[in-house]
């Protein structure tokens, strides 16, 4: 099939890449000539595991990339948009991107003659499709939806990190349809792709809701887990110990169990937020899903109190605060539990040596004026104390490194540090542990 893909940031550029290699026709679209430039040169225009080689692979052949919405949606049948919905200055979802590219698709749509299909991947709050950007592609083309052109809301649910993996192997996939004939139309997208469970076909307000229900979810397991860390810590026990245990409990599974700094990225702390925001808009006060936020707030500071309780006042301390990104296998700072962090230890006057293998660059747009290092050691050299933020798979290599902090404090947010040789060395604290 035809397809063009709107926004070329995480999900687009990986939805897009991952339907060029499932053998469609795929056109980026993107106001962003950087990131257009990149895919047609055959370069991911973020980093992501296994992308770039799709992206070099298809570029030039059945992927391309453009700004230009008309040439775009005349020459495809189908329209992903995978444009970014922030929090507003409230936290509530921020549509302006969505409606901006809805109202751009609508005049494309206006001036084409024949069908086309409008999925909308980005993650938005239920309503948004019916409400919001069906209406304005009817006004945008002056067409009617259902009988000129299908509307469909699709949610992604690909971790960063595995998300070329996750898109071509899904748990399940969604399909919020207008109408009957749209859903058949997304659904033939991915007749090549092995879905674990039945495509669910359903309404767009529905999969809107599952898309968030799924987020709020995993992110108060992992809330719920930290506040049992944080009462594991003061009663001297392992919460570890005790998640493992509990997990095994088959009504709960293992999985976002960990005690740690908490969550952050571009999904969890937005969506709960959006949810949130959605739920008081509609007269409900949503009391969980707010203490789900304050408790991973809570986090990152919970680890600079352990810290000053070690060593006192921060004033003019080296701190080497080790990972950035939000998580291990990406690039991504948003909501990263080490902005918080780093902030709080600026505050109290720290000097800060950070490292991360992938997302220096992207927290220098953040920070500029703290000291990036090209390595751990670099980090832990000369350093009074350490954070760990980020679970990257190379901290847990770092013995003869972690031997350069010898009496010295390491607060480890991710339980990563290896501490079985190095316990009797450093002062190893972990945050909920
Ligand atoms: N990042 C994830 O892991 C993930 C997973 C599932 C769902 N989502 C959801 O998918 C959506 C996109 O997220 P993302 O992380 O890929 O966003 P992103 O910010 O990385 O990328 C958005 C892209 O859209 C482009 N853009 C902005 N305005 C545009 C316009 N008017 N026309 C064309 N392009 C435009 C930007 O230049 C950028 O390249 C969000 O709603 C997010 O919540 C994200």
Sequence with gaps: ?????????YVGSVTAACLAELGHQVIC??????????????????????????????????????SDYESAVLDSDISFICVGTPSDDYGNINLSIVKAASKSLGHAIGNKDGYHVVVVKSTVVPETTENFVTPILEESSGKQAGRDFGVSMNPEFLREG???????????IVIGAL?????????????????????????SRTAEMIKYTNNSFLATKISFSNEIGNICKKLGIDTYEVMKVVGMDFRI??????????????????????????????????????????VNENQPHIMVNLLEEKIGNLENKTIAVLGLAFKNGTDDIRESRSIPAIADLIYKGAEIKAYDPQANGNMKKIFNNITYCDRAEDALHNADACLVMTDWDEFKELDSEFGMMRNKIVIDGRRVVPVRNLEQEIDYVGICW
């Design 1 to 9: 099939m035809k397809v063009s893909v709107v926004g070329s940031g």
């Design 179 to 203: 109408d009957k004939h749209s859903g058949d139309f997304v659904s033939q997208l991915y007749d090549k792709v092995e879905c674990q469970n039945e495509i669910v076909r359903t309404n």
């Design 162 to 172: 595995k998300a070329v993996y996750d898109f071509m192997n899904p748990d399940r």
């Design 29 to 66: 679209i993107d106001i962003d000539e950087e990131r257009i430039n990149k895919i047609n040169s055959g370069k991911s225009p973020i980093w992501e595991k296994g992308l770039d080689e799709l992206i070099q692979k298809h570029a030039g052949n059945n992927l391309k990339a453009t």
């Design 253 to 294: 599974s293992p999985y976002f169990l960990n005690s740690g700094a908490g969550f952050g990225g571009s999904c969890f702390p937005k969506d709960v937020r959006a949810l949130t925001g959605k739920s008081k808009q509609i007269g409900y006060e949503p009391i969980l899903l707010d203490a789900v936020i304050r």
